[in-house]
């Protein structure tokens, strides 16, 4: 799933465009980010739809920091549509 994401869309971070390391860097899939917590829905694992490329910094503070943490921990990062296109998932599942 994640080569078939990686070859599909911008080698880029959802929400703030800064370049991502690519596929020879073993630490490459930390970059693949579910927008909805993948233990509690399992349905959703191997969906591309639900899973959003971020730096791995960026991905650390969506998974571990409250909102207001991610935008001091980076603030010129759109965390909003991150937290947008998660709310418009969740109505559908």
Partial sequence: MYAEIWGQRPHESFISGLPLIGPESPAWVSQFAHVIPKSK?????????????????????????????????????????????????????
């Fill in 41 to 93: 829905y399992p349905q959703i694992k191997f969906n591309p739809k639900y899973v959003v490329l971020l730096t791995m910094d960026e991905h650390y503070a969506y998974d571990n920091l409250s909102k207001d943490q991610q935008i001091k921990f980076h603030p010129k990062a759109d965390w909003d549509k991150l937290y947008e296109l998660r709310q418009t998932l969740m109505e559908k599942l």
